[in-house]
C-alpha cells in the first residue's frame, strides 16, 4: 500500500532542497508527498533554528499535529507518525522528546539518508528514536541519485556547513563543518535537474562561494571553476548562487561575472552591519570598507549587477552610532532587495551571553528605520524597470487564470498573461507597472525567438 508523507519546511532554501531529497528517498520507500496533513502516514517539519521565533514555531506546530493525530486515532482508528528534521532536530536532539515526548523521530540534516533505518527502528523502539549524528559517510553518497527538478528553477546544494562562527549564528553547530561536494557530482546532478526540466539552477550552501573541490580535470577547482562548467551544459539557460561570504568573494568569481552570460547579474551579499565594531564582536572579519570595495570590484566586472543582503539589529553594544552607519553604507550601496531582523541571542553562541544586549523596544525602533530605507531602496529599484525590456523564466502559475509568474534577472517576480507563454520559457518582457515586491508585463517577442533574431 502506498503510504503517505507530508513535509513541512521552514529555514532556508538549503532547507528545501533537503525535503525534496527526503521524499524522493522515501519515495523509494512507498511514500508519496502530500499538501494535506491530514491524510499523511508520516509527517515531516524540517525545521530551522536560526532564531527564537523560527525554533518556537516547531513546538507550536507539533502541539497541532499531535491534536490532529489523536483526532484520527480516535474517529478513524489510523496511526501517523511525527519526525522533526533540520536544525532544531540537530541543535536540541533528545530535548525535541523531552519537550514533545510523542514525537517518533528526530533527525539531524546530516543524518536524513537514515530516515528509512529510523522508520523500522521507530516500529521496534517503544520511544521516539534520536539520529543527529554527524555520519563519516555523506548523505549525499547515500541518497538514490534519481533527482528530479521540481519546476523550470531547480536548487542544487553543493556545499554544507560553516567554520566561519560568526558569534550570533548557530549554523555551524546545526549543519556542522565546511565541506564541498565533489564537482563531478554537482555536474551529475546539474544534468539530471536539466534533463528533467531546470532552466536555472541555483546553487546553494551556508557559504557557497566557500566550495572547493577536485575538478574532473583532477585540478582543484573553485566556485568560479565549476559555475563556467556548468555554463557549457546544454539546455541550462541561468545560474545563480547563495548564499555568499564576502571574504569568499574571490577575484575570480568576480570576474566571472563579467564574463558567464549565464550567470545572473545578481548577488545575494550578507553584510549585517555597516559598522567596524559591530562587525568585529560578530566575528564577520571584514570592514564596512572592506564590504564597499567588493561591491566596487563587482560592478567594474557587471556594471548592472543587483545586490541583496541581509542584516542584523541590536547585537550586543550596538550603539545609536554603529546604528547610524549602517544606514549610511545602504545609502551609498542601495540595495534591490534586503532581509533584516532583530538580534535573537541564540543558545549556545557567544553573542548570547555579551555584556550590553540592546533591549527590545530599541531593536524595534532601529529595524523599522532600517526596513524603511530597504523598503524605499527596492521600490525605487522595482520603479526603474519599468519601460525596460528584460529576459524573463516563467517559474510558475500566477493567481488569476492564464497568468504565469516569471523572474527577470534581478529575482524580481514579473506577472503576464499571454497565452502563448508556458512555463519554463525564456521571454523577452517589456515591464509596464511595478509593485512593491513584483512586476507586471508584456511579452514581447517568445520563447528564445529574440535570441535566434539578435
Ligand atoms: N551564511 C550566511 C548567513 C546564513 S543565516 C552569511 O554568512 O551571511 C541567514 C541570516 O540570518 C544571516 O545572514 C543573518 O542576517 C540572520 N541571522 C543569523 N543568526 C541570527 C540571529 N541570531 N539573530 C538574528 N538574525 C540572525
Ligand atoms: Fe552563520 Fe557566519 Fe557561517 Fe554565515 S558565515 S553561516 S552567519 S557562522
Ligand atoms: Fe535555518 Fe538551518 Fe537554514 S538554522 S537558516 S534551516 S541552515
Redesign the pocket.
Known amino acids: 500500500m502506498r503510504r503517505k508523507l507530508h513535509i513541512r519546511t ?3 532554501q ?2 528545501v532542497y533537503d525535503s525534496d531529497r527526503m521524499a524522493s528517498l522515501l519515495a523509494h520507500h512507498g511514500y508519496e508527498r502530500t499538501d494535506r496533513p491530514e491524510e499523511a502516514d508520516l509527517i515531516i517539519l524540517n ?4 532564531r527564537e521565533k ?1 525554533a518556537e514555531k516547531v513546538y507550536s506546530e507539533l502541539g497541532r499535529l499531535q491534536r490532529l493525530r489523536e483526532r484520527r486515532r480516535r474517529e478513524e482508528g489510523r496511526e501517523m507518525l511525527l519526525a522533526v528534521a ?2 532544531v532536530a540537530q541543535a536540541e536532539g533528545e530535548l525535541v522528546l523531552e519537550r514533545a515526548p510523542y514525537v517518533d523521530i528526530v533527525v539531524g ?1 546530516q543524518a536524513y539518508h537514515r530516515l528509512p533505518e529510523l522508520l523500522a527502528s521507530r516500529e521496534r523502539a517503544r520511544g521516539g528514536v534520536v539520529d543527529t549524528d554527524f555520519p563519516p559517510e555523506s548523505k549525499f553518497d547515500e541518497l538514490p541519485k534519481d533527482v528530479v527538478a521540481g519546476g523550470p528553477s531547480a536548487f542544487l546544494t553543493i556545499q554544507e556547513g560553516c567554520d566561519k562562527f560568526c558569534t550570533f549564528c ?2 555551524p553547530y ?2 556542522g563543518a565546511e565541506t564541498s561536494r565533489p564537482a563531478a557530482d554537482v555536474l551529475d546532478e546539474a544534468r539530471r535537474l536539466i534533463d528533467s526540466g531546470a532552466r536555472e539552477i541555483v546553487l546553494l550552501g ?1 557559504n557557497v562561494n566557500a566550495w572547493h573541490g577536485e575538478g574532473p580535470d583532477g585540478r582543484e577547482w573553485n566556485l568560479a571553476r565549476l559555475i563556467r562548467a556548468l555554463a557549457e551544459l546544454p539546455g541550462l539557460e541561468r545560474i545563480r548562487y547563495t548564499t555568499s561570504h564576502p571574504n569568499d568573494m574571490d577575484e575570480e568569481l568576480i570576474r566571472a561575472h563579467g564574463e558567464v552570460e549565464l550567470l545572473m547579474p545578481w548577488l545575494h551579499l550578507p553584510v549585517q552591519s555597516g559598522s567596524d565594531r559591530v562587525l568585529a564582536a560578530m566575528n564577520r572579519r571584514y570592514t564596512a570598507d572592506d564590504y564597499r570595495r567588493i561591491v566596487d570590484r563587482l560592478r567594474e566586472a557587471r556594471p548592472d549587477i543587483a545586490l541583496s543582503s541581509d542584516f542584523i539589529v541590536g547585537f550586543p553594544g550596538e550603539s545609536e552610532e554603529d546604528h547610524e552607519a549602517t544606514l549610511r553604507l545602504v545609502e551609498e550601496i542601495g540595495f534591490a532587495q534586503a532581509y533584516s531582523f532583530k538580534y535573537s541571542p541564540r543558545p549556545g553562541t557567544p553573542g548570547s551571553v555579551m555584556p550590553r544586549q540592546v533591549p527590545e523596544e530599541v531593536k524595534d525602533r532601529r529595524l523599522s528605520e532600517l526596513q524603511a530605507l530597504l523598503e524605499e531602496q527596492q521600490r525605487r529599484f522595482n520603479a526603474a524597470t519599468v519601460g525596460r525590456v528584460l529576459p524573463v523564466l516563467f517559474e510558475r502559475p500566477g493567481r488569476h487564470p492564464g497568468q504565469l509568474v516569471g523572474r527577470t534577472p534581478y529575482m524580481q517576480a514579473v506577472h503576464v498573461s499571454d497565452p502563448e507563454i508556458r512555463l519554463g520559457d525564456l521571454a523577452l518582457v517589456e515591464i509596464v507597472a511595478y509593485h512593491p515586491h513584483s512586476l507586471a508585463g508584456r511579452t514581447v517577442a517568445p520563447h528564445r525567438e529574440w535570441e535566434r533574431a539578435s
Not at 525545521?47 to 536560526?50: A, D, F, W
Open positions: 521552514y529555514g532556508c538549503m532547507n525545521t530551522c533554528h536560526i523560527a533540520g536544525c540534516p548557530v549554523v546545526t549543519r551556508q
